[in-house]
């Protein structure tokens, strides 16, 4: 996270337009969520866009960064944004995401956080996902579970 890193020693807490792109990887009709470090509650693997990068690479650095997984293959969900996706960290900093979501069922590796931002990495049920969601994470996980889960 870089450049947004970057953009905060200039501008502060003042909320800043971030571009991001996160990935709903989904096994034997179950979701993974990640327990964040920074609020402690339960969100998709995602992150932040660097310079150059294309929507599709951040989904894939993200995901492998955050839980050791290499997406095979990623298709495109949804786009969010909007007063839903605005979030205040627990640091003060405010951003409005906008946020790439893309879907995800065939990966490589083994599941390993990276210990930084990642508490721990489960597989939840769909009719078992947490209440305890990261703000932002929520309505795209809602969407997810209103079109894709029957």
């Not at 970057?6 to 989904?26: D, F, Q, T």
């Not at 930084?116 to 969601?133: A, G, H, K, M, T």
Request: proline share 5%; glycine share 10%.
């Amino acid at each position: 996270m870089g450049y947004i890193m970057e953009l905060r020693k200039l501008v502060g807490s003042r909320p800043l337009i971030n571009i991001g792109a996160c990935v709903l990887l989904c096994s034997n009709q179950r979701l993974l969520l990640q327990r964040r470090t920074d609020n402690g509650l339960w969100g998709l693997p995602g992150g932040s866009m660097e310079p150059g990068e294309t929507l599709e690479e951040v989904a894939q650095r993200e995901l492998f960064e955050e839980t050791g997984l290499e997406g095979r293959s990623l298709e495109f969900f949804n786009i969010f944004s909007g007063k839903d996706l605005y979030y205040k960290y627990p640091h003060d900093d405010e951003v409005y995401n906008v946020v790439s979501a893309y879907l995800c069922s065939d990966f490589d590796g083994f599941l390993k956080g990276d210990g930084v931002e990642v508490q721990e990495l489960r597989f939840f049920s769909y009719d078992e996902i947490p209440i305890e969601l990261s703000p932002p994470d929520k309505p795209i996980i809602n969407e997810f579970l209103e079109r894709c889960v029957k």
